[in-house]
């Protein structure tokens, strides 16, 4: 009882007073769609989309230069609005210089694991962003891509397309179809058992 009310008393300081932040995402452990959510409260950034999905340890330096749209899912990437070698830059040559950019992520777009977007740059929409890329260029619409630095390595499109045959063909695809949105907790553990099963087999 004692800490379901810490609990609680923990999350009203950071979503309505903004303190003990880091105590809240260690102790509260919110899931994306909270945590996004939290941002948008916390009015973050430039401005947010809906049904955003956006994990505790994303890295974004300058979160007033992000914009993002509507169903934007941020793995644990790097969103970076500026270039910190101009402070290196104007000791060195005795210059005044500046050197930021505005990211631009619109509806529909997946940045994924350890994935680095630098500034000015524009994703989608209806764009995926591969593990371990890093974008110093516009992502145009539907597009998929991957690499240092990131290239096209495909569409949206076709990927959803391979993606319905392949889901059709597993074991638990009823309860992938039958489910109830994107995690549902009274079918996760089946769900976890058939896939284990299906990798597995039945060794311990």
Same mark, same amino acid.
């Given at each position: 009882?004692?800490?379901?009310?810490?609990?609680? +008393? *923990?999350?009203?300081?950071?979503?309505?007073?903004?303190?003990? %932040?880091?105590?809240?995402?260690? %102790?509260?452990?919110?899931?994306?769609?909270?945590?996004?959510?939290?941002?948008?409260?916390?009015?973050?950034?430039?401005?947010?989309? /809906?049904?955003?999905?956006?994990?505790?340890?994303?890295?974004?330096?300058?979160?007033?230069?992000?914009?993002?749209?509507?169903?934007?899912? *941020?793995?644990?990437?790097?969103?970076?609005?500026?270039?910190?070698?101009?402070?290196?830059?104007?000791?060195?040559?005795?210059?005044?210089?500046?050197?930021? &950019?505005?990211?631009? %992520?619109?509806?529909?777009?997946? %940045?994924?694991?350890?994935?680095?977007? *630098?500034?000015?740059?524009?994703?989608?929409?209806?764009?995926?962003?591969?593990?371990?890329? $890093?974008?110093?260029?516009?992502?145009?619409?539907?597009?998929?891509? &991957? &690499?240092?630095?990131?290239?096209?390595?495909?569409? $949206?499109? /076709?990927?959803?397309?391979?993606?319905?045959?392949? +889901?059709? +063909?597993?074991?638990?695809?009823?309860?992938?179809?039958?489910?109830?949105?994107?995690? /549902?907790?009274? $079918?996760?553990?089946?769900?976890?058992?058939?896939?284990?099963?299906?990798?597995?087999?039945?060794?311990?």
């Amino acid at each position: 009882m004692l800490s379901h009310i810490f609990r609680k +008393t *923990l999350r009203k300081l950071a979503w309505d007073r903004g303190r003990l %932040i880091s105590l809240y995402l260690r %102790i509260c452990k919110p899931r994306n769609d909270e945590y996004a959510e939290f941002l948008r409260h916390r009015q973050y950034f430039h401005s947010m989309g /809906d049904n955003c999905l956006i994990n505790t340890d994303i890295c974004v330096p300058d979160p007033k230069y992000v914009r993002l749209g509507n169903n934007v899912c *941020l793995s644990s990437c790097a969103l970076i609005g500026h270039d910190a070698s101009i402070a290196v830059l104007n000791r060195a040559y005795n210059v005044r210089l500046d050197s930021v &950019g505005r990211i631009d %992520i619109r509806d529909n777009v997946f %940045i994924g694991y350890r994935s680095i977007v *630098l500034p000015g740059v524009t994703i989608g929409p209806n764009a995926i962003v591969a593990a371990g890329a $890093v974008v110093v260029k516009d992502v145009p619409q539907g597009d998929i891509v &991957g &690499g240092v630095p990131a290239r096209h390595l495909g569409s $949206v499109d /076709d990927l959803v397309k391979r993606l319905e045959v392949k +889901t059709r +063909t597993l074991p638990w695809a009823d309860i992938i179809l039958n489910r109830k949105g994107d995690f /549902d907790p009274e $079918v996760e553990q089946e769900l976890i058992r058939q896939r284990v099963k299906f990798f597995f087999g039945n060794e311990h």
